[in-house]
Nanobody
Framework: QVQLVESGGGLVQAGGSLRLSCTASGRTFSSWHIGWCRRAPGKEREFVAAISWSGGSTYYADSVKGRFTISRDNAKNTVYLQMNSLKPEDTAVYSC??????????????????WGQGTQVTVSS
């Protein structure tokens, strides 16, 4: 199992950028797919991006495609979510979760359990 901690959230104006980090403890980080979701007040959790264990494949929700980029550095046990051209509707708590590479599909939101506490992203208009 891996333990994940999110960081990098903050307050930004519309059109700005933020980079979120999801950092893991454990020596087998490279064996895990990583997904990001977000939850805005009064709304359902939205699965926004995911990356395969190798970093070779990525998934994006339509709402963020072309604006967000997910990447990973297995040497640093970290997955990044670069968020550009931010909109007020991107305001939410962003959380990450891991899924073991075998027997799971990185692009399937049901693959992920145990979402972290998250980091708050607020985009002002």
């Amino acid at each position: 199992q891996v333990q994940l901690v999110e960081s990098g959230g903050g307050l930004v104006q519309a059109g700005g950028s933020l980079r979120l980090s999801c950092t893991a403890s454990g020596r087998t980080f490279s064996s895990w797919h990583i997904g990001w979701c977000r939850r805005a007040p009064g709304k359902e959790r939205e699965f926004v991006a995911a990356i395969s264990w190798s970093g070779g494949s990525t998934y994006y929700a339509d709402s963020v495609k072309g604006r967000f980029t997910i990447s990973r550095d297995n040497a640093k046990n970290t997955v990044y979510l670069q968020m550009n051209s931010l909109k007020p509707e991107d305001t939410a708590v962003y959380s990450c979760a891991a899924a073991y590479r075998y027997g799971s599909y990185y692009y399937n939101r049901e693959t992920y359990r145990n979402w972290g506490q998250g980091t708050q992203v607020t985009v002002s208009s």
